[in-house]
C-alpha cells in the first residue's frame, strides 16, 4: 500500500482557489499553489500533471462543492428564504474584494472558450440552480412565497442577478459583496413575497 498524503488533494485545490483570487491567470503556476501549501512544485507535478490538469481538477471539485453547499446551509436555517440568502453569499465567498472577483472572472472568461473547462463550468452553473429552484420551491410550499410562483423561471432570474450583482458591485465598489447581494436578493425575491410576511433577505 502507498504512503499516505501528507496534504490531501482537497486542501491544495482549495489552496488553488485562494491563489487564483490574488494573482488572476497570468500568475497562477503550479509553484505558487506548491507553497501556498508548503509543498514542492512536483508534488503537485505527480498528483495533477500539469496546471491545466490541477484546473481540471478544480472544477471538477467545484462541482462538487456546489452540489453539498445547499444541503450544509439548509441544516442551518428555519427559513428556506434565509438559506437561499446564505447560499447565496457563501457561493461568493472567494470574491470577497473586487480584486478577486475581477480575478475569478477572468478565469470563467478562460472557461468560456476551453471545451473541456467550459463543460464544467457549465455543470457548477446548473448545480448551484438546482440548489436555488430547491430552496424556492421548499419557500413556496411553506407559504414564504406566494402561491403559484414559478420556482424554475424564478431561479432563473436569482441566478441572472446573483452574477450581476457581483460585477455592479466590483465596478461600484460600494459597500461589501454580501451586502449588495442581500440588497439584490431581497428586491428581486419582494414582488413574490405573501402580503402578511415582512421577510427582510438583507438582515438574514
Not at 78 to 97: G, I, K, N, Q, Y
Not at 139 to 154: F, I, K, N, Q, W
Not at 180 to 203: K, N
Request: charge should be negative.
Amino acid at each position: 500500500m502507498g504512503r499516505p498524503r501528507r496534504v490531501e488533494d482537497e486542501v491544495i485545490l482549495r489552496a488553488a482557489a485562494r491563489v487564483m483570487g490574488r494573482v488572476g491567470p497570468g500568475g497562477l503556476t503550479l509553484a505558487a499553489v506548491a507553497g501556498e501549501v508548503g509543498l514542492v512544485p512536483g508534488t503537485l507535478v505527480q498528483r495533477f500533471g500539469s496546471k491545466r490538469g490541477l484546473l481540471l481538477a478544480l472544477a471538477d471539485q467545484s462541482e462538487k462543492d456546489a452540489g453539498e453547499m445547499t444541503g450544509r446551509v439548509r441544516q442551518s436555517y428555519d427559513s428556506a428564504l434565509a438559506a437561499l440568502a446564505a447560499l447565496t453569499v457563501e457561493s461568493v465567498a472567494a470574491m470577497a474584494t473586487p480584486e478577486s472577483f475581477a480575478h475569478h472572472l477572468a478565469f470563467l472568461c478562460t472557461d468560456l472558450v476551453d471545451p473541456q473547462l467550459y463543460e464544467r463550468a457549465l455543470a457548477v452553473h446548473r448545480t448551484q440552480r438546482q440548489g436555488v429552484e430547491e430552496l424556492l420551491a421548499e419557500a413556496a410550499g411553506a407559504g414564504e412565497l406566494r402561491a403559484g410562483t414559478d420556482s424554475v423561471a424564478l431561479a432563473r432570474t436569482v441566478q441572472a442577478v446573483i452574477a450581476g450583482a457581483g460585477l455592479t458591485w466590483a465596478l461600484e465598489r460600494q459597500g461589501t459583496l454580501e451586502q449588495r447581494l442581500r440588497q439584490e436578493l431581497g428586491a428581486v425575491l419582494s414582488p413574490y413575497l405573501p402580503p402578511r410576511r415582512g421577510h427582510d433577505l438583507e438582515e438574514s
